[in-house]
């Protein structure tokens, strides 16, 4: 028996890239999950709202409360757009939104990008509010990718996503692992944003530059690294832990991003190190940082297993894939969120869900 289903995907990265939406279909055949991304877009954020979500951890209740409804219509806007524009009929949205807070040690996280919003303009039943479940659970809250790899990308040892935050998934059946590793774009682009271009395009820039070893070395020191798993990574690390040492750095912005390269390539590979693996096994890179071909050449350098590098449509919107999943689980009351993962008490069906109808 074969089951179908179309679902639409929003996510919204760490590093303000902009809004992915995607269209996914899902077919399910003897137990067995198979994708295929649609239609996909990215729609990037105007001047204004990325430096409103910028200041959001400095913001009032009233703004933060403001904003989050703002957001959530400006999504629903898009989506509908998005729906119309390719005449799809998709029977669920599956939104992360846009992390603003991330603080699991003090148990809470926050995704702005109302719901209800999205529902409302789309008339389409919208699951959002992936990760407050997880935490209320003792869990992390993060990753919540390896929930969809397991069943769509069982067949590599490892998922390595390059966005805002590098993270990575150990697929090993139940005893999956994933988690943070370190600052990705998010480092590279603050380092760009100071000359005013969103993103090295195509790592032209630290193609320029060379490796300052004190640089590398104060960051390779960073406690963070030294943490066992699971753990994760938020913008409040970055601002108090990283980006003091960028900024108090006297060298060029060349060697600084050249520097971040080397430094993301050493981390990934020190977190490899650690699994049992043979020379075969592939580590599958996506997000947008498997576009900067100086970040995937030091990666090559330094890593023990073969790179993959799949289609372009899989490399941007792998992570909006993976929430259309999610969400689609949760439809089908099936467990999206696995404790050994994040940490929590037990593996659960994690979202909230507002009613299209």
Same mark, same amino acid.
């Given at each position: 028996?074969?089951?179908?289903?179309?679902?639409?995907?929003?996510?919204?990265?760490?590093?303000?890239?902009?809004?992915?939406?995607?269209?996914?279909?899902?077919?399910?055949?003897?137990?067995?999950?198979?994708?295929?991304?649609?239609?996909?877009?990215?729609?990037?954020?105007?001047?204004?709202?990325?430096?409103?979500?910028?200041?959001?951890?400095?913001?009032?209740?009233?703004?933060?409360?403001?904003?989050?409804?703002?957001?959530?219509?400006?999504?629903?806007?898009?989506?509908?757009?998005?729906?119309?524009?390719?005449?799809?009929?998709?029977?669920?949205?599956?939104?992360?939104?846009?992390?603003?807070?991330?603080?699991?040690?003090?148990?809470?996280?926050?995704?702005?990008?109302?719901?209800?919003?999205?529902?409302?303009?789309?008339?389409?039943?919208?699951?959002?509010?992936?990760?407050?479940?997880?935490?209320?659970?003792?869990?992390?809250?993060?990753?919540?990718?390896?929930?969809?790899?397991?069943?769509?990308?069982?067949?590599?040892?490892?998922?390595?996503?390059?966005?805002?935050?590098?993270?990575?998934?150990?697929? @090993?059946?139940?005893?999956? /692992? *994933?988690?943070?590793?370190?600052?990705?774009?998010?480092? $590279? &682009?603050? #380092?760009? !944003?100071?000359?005013?271009?969103?993103? @090295?395009?195509?790592?032209? /820039? *630290?193609?320029?530059?060379?490796?300052?070893?004190?640089? $590398? &070395?104060? #960051?390779? !020191?960073?406690?963070?690294?030294?943490?066992?798993?699971?753990?994760? /990574?938020?913008?409040?690390?970055?601002?108090?832990?990283?980006?003091?040492?960028?900024?108090?750095?006297?060298?060029?912005?060349?060697?600084?991003?050249?520097?971040?390269?080397?430094?993301?390539?050493?981390?990934?590979?020190?977190?490899?190190?650690?699994?049992?693996?043979?020379?075969?096994?592939?580590?599958?890179?996506?997000?947008?940082?498997?576009?900067?071909?100086?970040?995937?050449?030091?990666?090559?350098?330094?890593?023990?297993?073969?790179?993959?590098?799949?289609?372009?449509?899989?490399?941007?919107?792998?992570?909006?894939?993976?929430?259309?999943?999610?969400?689609?689980?949760?439809?089908?009351?099936?467990?999206?969120?696995?404790?050994?993962?994040?940490?929590?008490?037990?593996?659960?069906?994690?979202?909230?869900?507002?009613?299209?109808?």
């Amino acid at each position: 028996m074969s089951e179908s289903f179309q679902v639409i995907g929003l996510m919204s990265g760490t590093s303000l890239d902009g809004v992915d939406i995607a269209c996914c279909n899902f077919d399910l055949q003897n137990e067995s999950w198979e994708y295929q991304i649609k239609y996909a877009e990215t729609f990037p954020y105007t001047n204004e709202w990325k430096q409103r979500l910028n200041q959001m951890m400095d913001c009032t209740a009233l703004q933060y409360v403001k904003s989050h409804v703002e957001l959530g219509k400006f999504y629903g806007e898009l989506i509908r757009g998005f729906i119309d524009k390719h005449t799809i009929k998709p029977i669920l949205i599956a939104s992360h939104g846009h992390t603003v807070f991330h603080q699991p040690a003090n148990g809470f996280t926050a995704q702005i990008g109302d719901g209800s919003q999205i529902a409302a303009l789309t008339g389409i039943d919208t699951v959002c509010d992936f990760r407050s479940k997880d935490l209320a659970l003792g869990g992390q809250g993060a990753p919540l990718v390896p929930g969809g790899e397991v069943r769509l990308f069982a067949q590599y040892r490892f998922c390595l996503n390059l966005g805002g935050i590098a993270n990575i998934t150990v697929l @090993d059946g139940p005893q999956t /692992l *994933a988690f943070d590793i370190c600052p990705a774009n998010m480092a $590279l &682009n603050f #380092l760009t !944003n100071k000359i005013g271009l969103d993103y @090295d395009k195509d790592g032209l /820039l *630290a193609a320029k530059g060379r490796i300052d070893q004190s640089l $590398l &070395n104060d #960051l390779n !020191n960073l406690s963070f690294y030294q943490k066992p798993f699971p753990k994760s /990574l938020g913008r409040e690390w970055f601002d108090r832990e990283m980006m003091p040492l960028l900024d108090s750095s006297t060298i060029s912005l060349e060697d600084k991003l050249a520097t971040v390269c080397e430094h993301v390539a050493i981390q990934i590979a020190n977190v490899i190190s650690q699994f049992t693996f043979v020379e075969s096994d592939e580590l599958l890179i996506t997000g947008g940082g498997a576009f900067n071909p100086v970040l995937i050449n030091k990666l090559r350098k330094h890593n023990p297993v073969k790179i993959k590098i799949p289609d372009a449509l899989t490399i941007a919107y792998k992570e909006a894939l993976i929430f259309a999943f999610l969400g689609l689980l949760f439809q089908r009351n099936e467990t999206n969120v696995m404790r050994s993962v994040t940490g929590s008490s037990r593996n659960h069906i994690g979202g909230a869900l507002y009613k299209g109808s």
